[in-house]
């Protein structure tokens, strides 16, 4: 098991106070805090290897481009990708799924064909479909969801055909932390010829991932939600896949040649090696440096370790809160061994926003409102809700804390 | 002349179907914007002594011992300038 006490030592902002108290953080499903381990890398980078990768022939650059394609090794393993090619570095979960969506929707998807969604997807997984939908006149369909927040697997069975084309699904919901079979997901969707992209936004981070063990033929997940810094993100792909892709974004690297022919007056250019052909323009190289420092991080503490910790928190939390007042409620599945570090709750007659602002008074922080998934919010007929979200460096003090606020909160009404 | 914005350091609105909106006063005036609303408010009740329920014309809302203050209905931004400028000032 994990010793959160002695990885505390390791998140210099843990150490400061809020309005008086000493910090809580909770909110990690929508960043986590930084290790000395990943400011030091980036700070590094900044000192000492400085430079334009793969522009140069000088020292620095090579320096920098030998640093930006290490990063690139130790994410494909990471997540036990078969090479490099397969790991496409963006800015975030978001511009992950929307490089699918244009660079594969876009072109492939039409009237014909269909992609199914899930109803507890991020608006990362909703909008990029429903844009390019609109464009190339594609059906989505959405599975639905069950009472207590879980995936109805009958539902998407009964979706799926052979006119599906793509899945889209979470791994791990970002409002109810419910861990969905992705394996399961990927088996049906495979049996009708479709694609499968996952959002792994809140699992990657959180337990061990393994994209040929899962078959999953795309992976989306953003660096600050693990440790690292924000601006930087991943696309994992299967490589036959993304080879047949044309790029994403036009600029240096990712193309080969670009020659101007003067008879037609126009210029013709080849693409760039994978994964470099999804990499347009000067990249973002010290976050790239900062992702690795914190893949290595997770590494070291070892993501079944990682997913047992949270595990252990969640089963701290929950009856606890269940059992502070009767105003406390919690949303979704009380199944804690289907769940990840997540929990929705929220206090009869407060809206989350008041419940969040108390909190913060205790130098608590956790999120407040849809969290960026309404369609699920309206499904649960909630206006909104709380989310405390635990990570490494909680600890069931911290939990007790939260609940003796939260008891103060409940004896409001 | 003082202006709201010497006492105001954000206004968010929250995400949610509520669509409330937040207020945060700048920390060095936290004190005294609360001190001024108090007086101008009428206060519904006092929760542990970090939440104050007020109301003031047809407006009620939450103010926070931290400097926060949590207000509904506010349709505009110049409803919500106007209430604060009768608030603060």
């Known amino acids: 098991m994990l010793n959160p006490y002695k990885i505390r030592e390791d998140f210099p902002i843990l150490k400061r106070k809020v309005n008086g108290h000493p910090l809580i953080y909770f909110d990690n499903a929508a960043t986590s805090q930084k290790p000395w381990q990943v400011?030091?890398?980036?700070?590094?980078?900044y000192k000492k290897h400085n430079a334009n990768v793969h522009r140069a022939v000088h020292t620095l650059s090579q320096e920098a481009s030998e640093l930006y394609e290490t990063a690139h090794e130790e994410v494909a393993k990471f997540v036990n990708a078969r090479s490099i090619e397969e790991t496409i570095f963006v800015r975030g979960t978001t511009e992950a799924i929307n490089l699918v969506a244009y660079s594969w929707g876009l072109r492939s998807l039409g009237k014909n064909d269909e992609i199914i969604i899930s109803l507890m997807e991020h608006h990362s997984n909703i909008?990029?479909?429903?844009?390019?939908s609109k464009i190339t006149g594609f059906k989505i369909r959405y599975i639905d969801i069950n009472a207590d927040g879980t995936l109805n697997y009958d539902s998407f069975e009964s979706l799926i055909s052979k006119r599906t084309k793509l899945v889209c699904i979470s791994h791990v919901s970002n409002v109810t932390g419910i861990v969905n079979d992705v394996k399961r997901i990927a088996k049906i969707a495979h049996e009708n010829d479709a694609m499968l992209l996952v959002d792994g936004a809140?699992?990657?981070?959180?337990?061990?991932?393994?994209?040929?063990?899962?078959?999953?033929?795309?992976?989306?997940?953003?660096?600050h939600k693990m440790l690292g810094p924000t601006g930087i993100g991943v696309l994992y792909g299967k490589r036959d896949l993304l080879e047949k892709m044309e790029p994403f974004h036009g600029g240096g690297l990712m193309i080969r040649e670009v020659s101007f022919n003067r008879k037609t007056g126009s210029c013709s250019t080849t693409w760039n090696a994978l994964p470099w052909k999804f990499e347009a323009g000067t990249p973002n190289t010290e976050g790239a440096v900062g992702?690795?420092?914190?893949v290595k991080y997770l590494k070291h503490l070892g993501m079944e370790n990682v997913r047992k910790h949270e595990q252990s928190l969640t089963e701290y939390a929950l009856p606890r809160m269940l059992n502070c007042s009767g105003s406390v409620e919690v949303y979704g599945t009380k199944n804690t061994s289907a769940k990840s570090g997540i929990i929705p709750f929220g206090v009869k007659g407060l809206s989350s926003h008041d419940v969040a602002l108390f909190l913060d008074n205790y130098g608590?922080?956790?999120r407040s409102g849809f969290h960026c998934a309404q369609p699920l919010h309206e499904l649960f007929k909630l206006s909104s809700s709380a989310r405390a979200s635990f990570y490494v460096y909680n600890t069931q003090k911290e939990i007790d804390r939260f609940i003796k606020v939260l008891k103060e909160i409940g004896g409001l009404q | 002349m003082t202006s709201i914005e010497d006492y105001v350091a954000r206004i968010d609105g929250t995400c949610g179907k509520e669509k409330d909106v937040i207020v945060t006063f700048k920390y060095?005036?936290?004190?005294?914007?609360?001190?001024?609303?108090?007086?101008?408010a009428t206060m519904k009740?006092?929760?542990?002594?970090?939440?104050?329920?007020?109301?003031?014309?047809?407006?009620?809302?939450?103010?926070?011992?931290?400097?926060?203050?949590?207000?509904?209905?506010i349709e505009s931004k110049e409803e919500l300038n106007n209430l604060l400028r009768q608030l603060l000032f």
């Open chain 1, 39 to 45: 400011i030091e890398a980036i700070d590094d980078f």
């Open chain 1, 127 to 132: 909008v990029p479909w429903e844009i390019i």
């Open chain 1, 202 to 223: 809140q699992s990657v981070p959180h337990m061990p991932v393994n994209v040929k063990e899962l078959d999953m033929d795309f992976l989306a997940f953003s660096g």
């Open chain 1, 291 to 294: 992702l690795m420092a914190a």
């Open chain 1, 364 to 366: 608590i922080m956790v």
């Open chain 2, 28 to 40: 060095e005036k936290k004190d005294e914007a609360i001190r001024r609303i108090l007086e101008k």
């Open chain 2, 45 to 73: 009740r006092s929760i542990a002594g970090i939440i104050s329920e007020l109301s003031y014309k047809n407006y009620s809302f939450r103010m926070y011992g931290s400097g926060k203050v949590i207000l509904r209905g």
